[in-house]
């Protein structure tokens, strides 16, 4: 149990597994409020795709914000998962009166990848040997997903084969450019039968680059 | 009542003049967001750092909202945020690091738990650092800091 002034949360962390087709998840904070009771002045999501509510409302649907010792109450985030792959945190800033610091309860998302390119993107050393390489498409879902076109934008260097191993499950995008002795960058882009928005399309790049003199700083914490 | 307002007036006047003392040899306040780099979160980085790196060296990510992007992003730097639909912020992300490598990325939002850096700081590193061979960083304080010390 973590003490927050006098309102009292089971956790500060949700997190959430999302299935692939689900839009909107929700994570619940239960509380219990001691002590002389608590005035929430203000509870906002830090940002638009999550939306936080106090439950349960008052008669007038309105939210409870004046809470006596003893009462117990949960808030809701609701997330909204559309625009976003892996894993995510947003958070619930809510503001108690007579408290200088908020507290935050955070929504952790995990949401699957469903059109998975491994790598995503292809690289060259300028001046290397021209070999092929390969990106591999996996699906990661019970239902196939199918490409159903592509493009490159720079074929006439970065050739390409889209190369079928599983309809609808397994791919390999194959690339042999034409001459690494310059520079060059280049996109593809897939098109699938996905009914999900965020998996219709999908993009990998691929680039002919001078090797980096400069080695990587590392003065942040790894 | 006179003799109120003239103590009154050299109060003022006095407190004025040892604030224009301080001010000339302390120097101006220092608005700088605290940042202690051995208390960092993983992946996060204090801009005091980012000073020692070439600046050439680093491309920045405004992971904002487009409009606060335009109106005060870093100059130079690219939109990549959780707003908008990744597939069509990324290219731009990508054109800029394979036209023009750069080593370092660093990522900035506008508040501390705002979320927004370290999920793009997330997908930048897991998708292409590794191939492109970058560093992926996030700002602490995010554009506060920036913007507190004067750029």
Not at chain 2, 10 to 18: G, I, N
Not at chain 2, 38 to 59: K, M, Q
């Amino acid at each position: 149990m973590s003490l927050s002034a006098k309102m009292v949360f089971e956790t500060k962390l949700v997190v959430i597994e999302a299935n692939p087709d689900e839009i909107f998840v929700t994570g619940e904070f239960p509380f219990e409020v001691t002590g002389d009771g608590e005035t929430i002045i203000s509870y906002d999501a830090l940002c638009s795709c999550l939306a936080g509510r106090v439950e349960p409302l008052l008669p007038d649907r309105s939210a409870k914000l004046n809470w006596k010792a003893g009462e117990k109450g949960v808030i809701k985030a609701r997330f909204d998962t559309s625009r976003f792959l892996g894993t995510v945190d947003k958070a619930i800033e809510l503001k108690l009166e007579g408290e200088k610091d908020p507290i935050h309860l955070i929504v952790r998302v995990n949401v699957p990848e469903l059109v998975q390119l491994k790598p995503s993107t292809l690289k060259w050393d300028k001046g290397s040997e021209a070999k092929e390489k390969v990106i591999k498409v996996k699906i990661n879902h019970t239902e196939p997903i199918k490409i159903l076109s592509h493009a490159g934008n720079n074929e006439k260097s970065y050739p390409y084969e889209l190369k079928t191993i599983k309809e609808g499950w397994e791919y390999e995008i194959r690339v042999k450019p034409t001459d690494t002795s310059q520079s060059g960058i280049g996109m593809i882009s897939l098109r699938t039968d996905s009914k999900i928005g965020k998996f219709k399309r999908a993009t990998a790049y691929v680039t002919t680059k001078p090797k980096l003199k400069m080695k990587p700083l590392t003065e942040a914490r790894e | 009542m006179k003799s109120f307002i003239i103590a009154l007036g050299s109060l003022l006047v006095l407190s004025a003049a040892a604030g224009l003392i301080t001010w000339k040899v302390v120097g101006a306040p220092d608005r700088a967001i605290s940042c202690d780099p051995e208390s960092l979160p993983e992946h996060h980085v204090c801009l005091s750092t980012i000073r020692n790196w070439p600046e050439d060296a680093i491309l920045w990510v405004d992971a904002r909202p487009r409009a606060e992007w335009e109106k005060n992003g870093v100059k130079g730097s690219v939109l990549v945020n959780d707003l908008e639909e990744w597939f069509d912020l990324e290219p731009e992300f990508m054109m800029q690091m394979m036209g023009n490598p750069r080593a370092k990325v660093v990522v900035y939002c506008n508040q501390a738990g705002c979320g927004s850096s370290k999920y793009v700081a997330n997908q930048l590193r897991e998708r292409h650092a590794g191939t492109l061979d970058f560093e992926v960083h996030v700002l602490q304080g995010g554009i506060k800091a920036l913007l507190a010390e004067g750029k």
